[in-house]
């Protein structure tokens, strides 16, 4: 059962601010409500206000402005990401990533920025968002300041936001043509359940690979040596074997309720041979 509290369905960022900026309620942002409405019905989540941000015109912004990027504002479903042609186009791993999350109904109210601020360790849009090399936009009634999603996740669940900030949107630099990039995940039942292992790789147009895996660690990460060991490598065929028995001796998962950690080792070692062989093959033909 659900403890009581206030329903405010904001119209305006600054109502947003103004109601965070209050220290005396425990409020929290409601975006889709598919993370937060399972844990206030656990009673793991008792805020005795909730801010409706899905009405507000501003965070409803999904655009591409040639040569600065995209902006996703913090009311864009996954729906919308799914169905965005630039997504689809340009940032290929986001476009994947975002069919494999959930269901169609259950993305129909999830947004992207709800996805990053939960911060589940197996997040699938965070993988993506690192490899793009996105930026946190952060709102307060102290100003505003952007952050690098590298440096926004401290933690399962755990971020640097403090109580009375708001992320507004993300943002994705421009890309060349020709960088092209891939989500691969492997989750126990499709449509209904994070990944046991995620990964998102890219190649940008000059050679250079960027790694990011999900439900490996702590919080969705970069894996900067593996990148570096590619990139310093020919383009073999043994490449990509080795990626893949590299990466398992990087990362330490737990085990929990969705697998054993030498599952994901395993599956993680997979998909990286799997993701190098593809996004190679991809460039030669
Ligand atoms: C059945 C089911 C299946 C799922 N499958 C997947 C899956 O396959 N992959 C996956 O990654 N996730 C999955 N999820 C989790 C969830 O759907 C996603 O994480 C979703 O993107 C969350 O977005 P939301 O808008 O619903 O967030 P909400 O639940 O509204 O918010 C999540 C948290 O972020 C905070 N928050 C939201 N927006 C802001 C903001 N703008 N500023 C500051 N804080 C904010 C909220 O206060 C809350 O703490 C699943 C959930 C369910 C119930």
Known sequence: MFSQFKYVKAQTIDEVLTYLGDRDRCVKILAGGTDLMVLMQRNLETPD????????EEMKRLDFVQGVGLFVGASVTVNQVTESKIILEKYQALGQAAKTLAS?????????????????????????LLIFEANVHIASLDGRRVLPLAQFFTGPKKTVLAANELVTGIS???LSSGDQSLYLKQARVKG?????????????????????LSAVAPTPIRLLELEEFLNAHPRTPELATKA??????LIHPISDV?????????????????????????EAN
């Open 192 to 212: 209904h359940d994070l990944g046991i292992v995620g990964v998102a790789m890219r190649l940008t147009l000059d050679q250079k690979f960027l790694v990011a």
């Open 258 to 282: 969705r697998a054993s950690a030498e599952y994901r080792l395993l599956i993680a070692g997979v998909l990286v041979k799997r993701a190098v062989t593809l996004l190679t093959t991809r």
């Open 104 to 128: 169609y109904q259950l993305r129909n109210r999830a947004t992207l920025v709800g996805n990053v601020c939960n911060a589940s360790p197996g997040a699938d849009l965070a993988g993506p």
């Open 172 to 174: 994705l630099p421009d």
């Open 49 to 56: 206000c909730l801010i409706d941000i899905k009405g507000i």
């Open 244 to 249: 893949g028995e590299m990466v398992q001796k």
